[in-house]
């Protein structure tokens, strides 16, 4: 086989190599170690001063919701007979004016969430990940009041949701 036949199975090859070479690989992107097949999610404590209710229990789903979904992990219910523990801590709630109008009047609110994870390779007795991360989510406090209020934080829950999974999937 030539130089020409060779180029059509170059970018094959090297896709195998690299998959070869990385007990971590997902086909979702998500990098897990090879020797992890179950994740314990406790409720996350929301040691925030919020308003808005229920905030622990929606970030638990949005993480369910990833490192079940999108890896080849088991939600285990223990945390003691999971290989890895993912738990969060919301650490503090911000709602501010961004925007006020002529007459002094907030036209646009920010609500700021801060969360800390640690997630735990239980197997190998690890910290593959401790970092805070921050969200926002905006809304009109005039015309949406608490249900925009609401709606900002579950937007702000949603995005740390997604940056921890990028975080912790993504150190290969």
């Known amino acids: 086989m030539g130089w020409t036949g060779l180029r059509g199975w170059l970018p094959v090859g090297l896709a195998l190599g690299l998959l070869a070479g990385c007990g971590y690989y997902s086909f979702t992107g998500a990098a897990i170690p090879s020797h992890l097949n179950t994740i314990a999610i406790p409720l996350a404590e929301d040691n925030s001063l919020s308003t808005v209710t229920g905030l622990d229990e929606t970030l638990t789903q949005f993480l369910v919701e990833r490192f079940v979904n999108q890896t080849r992990l088991s939600l285990e219910p223990g945390e003691a007979d999971a290989d890895a523990v993912l738990q969060a801590r919301i650490q503090r709630y911000q709602n501010a004016p961004t925007s006020v109008s ?20 239980q197997v ?25 209020e609401r709606v900002a934080a579950v937007t702000a829950l949603e995005d740390i949701a997604d940056d921890i999974f990028t975080a912790a999937t993504s150190n290969w």
Do not use: S
Request: no cysteine; glycine share 12%; hydrophobic share 40%.
């Open 102 to 121: 002529g007459d002094e009047v907030a036209t646009r609110n920010r609500v700021t969430l801060t969360v800390a994870v640690v997630y735990t390779d």
């Open 124 to 148: 190998n007795d690890a910290v593959l990940l401790e970092r805070t991360f921050t969200g926002f989510g905006e809304y009109d406090p005039v015309a949406e009041g608490l249900d925009g």
